[in-house]
T-cell receptor, first 113, second 114 residues
Framework: GAGVSQSPSNKVTEKGKDVELRCDPI?????LYWYRQSLGQGLEFLIY????????KSGLPSDRFSAERTGGSVSTLTIQRTQQEDSAVYLC???????????FGPGTRLLVL | KQEVTQIPAALSVPEGENLVLNCSFT??????LQWFRQDPGKGLTSLLL?????REQTSGRLNASLDKSSGRSTLYIAASQPGDSATYLC?????????????FGGGTRLMVKP
C-alpha cells in the first residue's frame, strides 16, 4: 500500500518568508510525528499527534514553528519568518498507534537563503 | 535526558564480511528500540523493532540484540553486500506515558565495497 508522502520534496525560500510543509500519513494510522534532521544536530523530534488528543509540542524549537492535523489525517508544519538555521530535512512519520513502528516519509529538504 | 550514541560513526568493509554496529543509551527506562536504514537523500526505513521485554529480533541477514540493563543494542549484519551501504540509525522510545517521541543516535555510515 501507499506509504507516507511529503510535499514539496525540496523548498528554497528567502529569510523571513513563511513556509508550509505537508505530510500525508499512511491511511488508518492514528499517530503522526514530525522530526527535523540537520547537520550537526542529527534527528530531532518536533511534534506528535495522536487521534483527537492535544498534540505533544515539546520538541518545537520556537514559537515560529506550528503544526496542524486536519481530520486526523493530513498534517501541515508551518515555519514563520524563516531563518537560515531552519535549513534542514523535515521528516514526517506515522504509526498505527502511539507505540507501534514508525514509518517515515521521504522528507522535505528546506533551504533558507 | 536520554542520550543515544552510535559507534563507529563510519565503517568501510569488503563485501562478504560480517559486521556489528553498536548503539548505547543512557536511560534504561525504554519502551522499545528501533533500528532504521537511511539511504542518501531518502527517508528512514524501519529494519527491526525490539520491545523492552525482548532480547533480540531477526530479519533475514539482520539480527538486533538488546541489553536494556546495560543500555546497549547491537545490529549484526551477516555476509554484507554493496546494497547494504547506507546510514544506520538506532532510536529509543521512552517507557513513561509522557514520552511519545523517538530519540535517535547520530548514525553509522556503512560502506560495503565490492
Amino acid at each position: 500500500g501507499a506509504g507516507v508522502s511529503q510535499s514539496p520534496s525540496n523548498k528554497v525560500t528567502e529569510k523571513g518568508k513563511d513556509v508550509e510543509l505537508r505530510c500525508d500519513p499512511i491511511s488508518g494510522h492514528t499517530a503522526l510525528y514530525w522530526y527535523r534532521q540537520s547537520l550537526g544536530q542529527g534527528l530531532e523530534f518536533l511534534i506528535y499527534f495522536q487521534g483527537n488528543s492535544a498534540p505533544d509540542k515539546s520538541g518545537l524549537p520556537s514559537d515560529r514553528f506550528s503544526a496542524e492535523r486536519t481530520g486526523g489525517s493530513v498534517s501541515t508544519l508551518t515555519i514563520q519568518r524563516t531563518q537560515q538555521e531552519d535549513s534542514a530535512v523535515y521528516l514526517c512519520a506515522s504509526s498505527p498507534d502511539r507505540r507501534g513502528t514508525q514509518y517515515f516519509g521521504p522528507g522535505t529538504r528546506l533551504l533558507v537563503l | 535526558k536520554q542520550e543515544v550514541t552510535q559507534i563507529p560513526a563510519a565503517l568501510s568493509v569488503p563485501e562478504g564480511e560480517n559486521l556489528v554496529l553498536n548503539c548505547s543509551f543512557t536511560d534504561s527506562a525504554i519502551y522499545n528500540l528501533q533500528w532504521f536504514r537511511q539511504d542518501p537523500g531518502k527517508g528512514l526505513t524501519s529494519l527491526l523493532l525490539i520491545q523492552s521485554s525482548q532480547r533480540e529480533q531477526t530479519s533475514g541477514r539482520l539480527n538486533a540484540s538488546l541489553d536494556k540493563s546495560s543500555g546497549r543494542s547491537t545490529l549484526y549484519i551477516a555476509a554484507s553486500q554493496p546494497g547494504d551501504s547506507a546510514t544506520y540509525l538506532c532510536a529509543v522510545r521512552p517507557h513513561n506515558n509522557a514520552g511519545n517521541m523517538l530519540t535517535f543516535g547520530g548514525g553509522t555510515r556503512l560502506m560495503v565495497k565490492p
